[in-house]
């Protein structure tokens, strides 16, 4: 598992985020205060204060498949 910190702050933003996650089989939490939610739920999301960063844990499986969802996670990170 890895935490990252991530910003979500626009509507358009949380789309395209949850679109980029939702193609892996991999289990993402975003965790705010303490609120964990998952993170490919819009509205658990829009449940959040996201006028701040928020944690996102990754429970990716590989080191290769990490390194692809980093990449893809490079213009939410904080």
Known sequence: MKTVQISLNSIDKVKSFVNAITQFE??????S???VIDAKSIMGIFSL??????DL????DSQAN?????????????
């Open 49 to 54: 204060d996201l006028s701040k960063p928020i």
């Open 57 to 60: 844990a990754i429970h990716a």
């Open 66 to 78: 990490m390194d692809e969802i980093l990449e893809i996670l490079k213009p939410y990170m904080v």
């Open 33 to 35: 205060g303490r609120y």
């Open 26 to 31: 991999t289990d993402f939490d975003l965790i």
